[in-house]
């Protein structure tokens, strides 16, 4: 990184999600701000469906313990269903009985 006027001075900080970040401070005034960075990325490959699935969590519903639903409760706020997305369920869910075997047992 290169950083003008070059009077100035870099403190690093590390957000709470890791990130570092550059916090400059320039002692005197200044009409040029200029800020190059140069930079280097690591593109990896990652497939996203890799992992296992907990003894736990191969049954619907899943049932968590209390300390881990304690911990992933923020991923279970959802918002109010529209009024669009309601309808939209409502035929997904009108097809799949239409065209499933076993929804005719399992009512």
Request: charged residues 20%; proline residues 9%; aromatic residues 14%.
């Amino acid at each position: 990184m290169t950083i003008r006027p070059s009077q100035h001075f870099v403190n690093w900080q590390q957000d709470p999600f890791g990130n570092y970040q550059a916090r400059l401070v320039f002692p005197k005034p200044s009409e040029l701000l200029e800020v190059e960075v140069d930079l280097i990325a690591e593109l990896t490959v990652i497939n996203p469906f890799d992992f296992f699935l907990e003894d736990t969590a191969e049954t619907y519903p899943v049932h968590y313990a209390p300390g881990l639903k304690r911990e992933l409760a923020p991923y279970f706020e959802t918002l109010p269903i529209t009024p669009l997305v309601a309808t939209q369920v409502e035929r997904a869910r009108a097809a799949a009985r239409s065209t499933c075997w076993w929804t005719s047992t399992a009512r």
